[in-house]
């Protein structure tokens, strides 16, 4: 069982920039991959970038693609997002998601075993 708690949400302008962490804890953090997906109100979980267990490879979604970088530090058991030139359609609830042992990274929600509470990022126009 792994906890994952995720930080660094808040209000910002739209142009503006935040970073996300989430902390894992409870097992070897750095045999899985992580992902980050996000939520908007009525709207279903999709995903948002995804980094393999190595951190050789990164995934995004082209809605974020060249703003949002994922990263992570294995020394640490953290992941992190920075997001940057936010849009208003970026808010969201986000929340980072940990795959299964050893897993080849993925964008579908299903595939990822354990979920954080999540972060409300709110960008204003």
């Known amino acids: 069982q792994v906890q994952l708690v995720e930080s660094g949400g808040g209000v910002v302008q739209a142009g503006g920039s935040l970073r996300l962490s989430c902390a894992a804890s409870?097992?070897?953090?750095?045999?899985?991959?992580m992902g980050w997906f996000r939520q908007a109100p009525g709207k279903e979980r999709e995903f948002v970038a995804g980094?393999?267990?190595?951190?050789?490879?990164?995934s995004y979604a082209n809605s974020v693609k060249g703003r949002f970088t994922i990263s992570r530090d294995n020394a640490k058991n953290t992941v992190y997002l920075q997001m940057n030139s936010l849009k208003p359609e970026d808010t969201a609830v986000y929340y980072c998601?940990?795959?299964?042992?050893?897993?080849?990274?993925?964008?579908?929600?299903?595939?990822?075993?354990?979920w954080g509470q999540g972060t409300q990022v709110t960008v204003s126009s």
């Open positions: 998601a940990q795959g299964n042992w050893q897993q080849v990274l993925t964008t579908t929600p299903a595939a990822y075993e354990d």
């Open positions: 409870g097992r070897t953090f750095r045999s899985y991959p």
């Open positions: 980094i393999s267990w190595r951190g050789g490879s990164t």
